[in-house]
């Protein structure tokens, strides 16, 4: 079993940055990947970044790339997701999730365990 927990989401203004954080604890010896998803009310889940526990294979929606970048810390059991140039469209409820084993990381699906999630809004 995986426990996950979100932090540092919040209200930013537009063009501003966050760093979401995801502890993990529990079995995390063998997690394969980390992500993150988000989902604004009335719309489906959604990837948004995964990272490879071991190594450093990264993932990223095209809508996120070149402003989001996913990092870990094996170490501490966290992942990270720094967010910059926030948009009003980037507004959800962001969730991280593990799973031991994927073919597609883009896939909600492929996720065993989930956080609670941590709340973003962007003004604008």
């Known amino acids: 079993q995986v426990q996950l927990v979100e932090s540092g989401g919040g209200l930013v203004q537009a063009g501003g940055s966050l760093r979401l954080s995801c502890a993990a604890s529990g079995r995390t010896f063998s997690m394969d990947a980390v992500g993150w998803f988000r989902q604004a009310p009335g719309k489906e889940r959604e990837f948004v970044a995964a990272i490879r526990w071991s190594g450093t294979r990264t993932y990223y929606a095209d809508s996120v790339k070149g402003r989001f970048t996913i990092s870990r810390d094996n170490a501490k059991n966290t992942a990270y997701l720094h967010m910059n140039s926030l948009k009003p469209e980037d507004t959800a409820d962001y969730y991280c999730?593990?799973?031991?084993?994927?073919?597609?990381?883009?896939?909600?699906?492929?996720?065993?365990?989930w956080g609670q999630g941590t709340q973003v809004t962007v003004s604008s």
């Open positions: 999730a593990a799973t031991y084993y994927s073919s597609s990381y883009s896939k909600a699906t492929e996720y065993r365990y």
